[in-house]
Structure formats: structure tokens, C-alpha cells
């Protein structure tokens, strides 16, 4: 038996109308409808999100790699190479700014 077949029935125990009934089992489905929607909204935002990670680590694995083999466990470079990138990085933050505030 179908969820809602034993619902009518457990509703017709309590001796309600059948349009009261039905209209219940409307609000419940348009609930349940909206749950889902949800629910695929948030599931499509996981997927790509872990897809995009998965992508951008496979583009770039190669040039982490040849930045681990750069590096070749000297600290001191490490030092520098770090700042290097927190610079790099600096500077793509304000580039992204300023081509944000621009209007088209």
C-alpha cells in the first residue's frame, strides 16, 4: 500500500472529510517538492565544487610538483618562495578588484 493510501486511511479513522484530505496531502507534496529542490540544488553545488577541485589539482599537479622538486627542501628558498607567491597572490586580489569596479 501506498503512503498516502494509508494516510487517507488513518484520516478517514478520525473522520475527516475527503477534501480535507486531499488538500493535506497537497500541502505535504508541495513540501516534499520543495525539499527535494533543495536538496538537488545543494547535492549540484557539491558536485561541482568537488569537481572543480578536482580539476584545478589536476591541471596544475605537474607544476606543484616542479615546485616541490624547485624547492628541494632548502628552507631559506622556501622562505622566498613563499613570499613570492604571497605576492603574486597580492596582486591578483587587486587586479580582481579593479576589474570588478569597472563598469561595461
Known sequence: MYRSQEILQIFYKKNLSKDIIQYIL???REKIYIDCIH???FNSYLFFKYQKDKIFYIDIKN???NEIHEINGDTQYLKKYCKKLYKINQENKISALYI???RF
Do not use: G, P
Request: proline residues 0%; charged residues 10%.
Open 63 to 65: 607544476s606543484f610538483l
Open 100 to 102: 570588478n569596479s569597472l
Open 26 to 28: 497537497q500541502l505535504e
Open 39 to 41: 536538496q538537488m540544488i
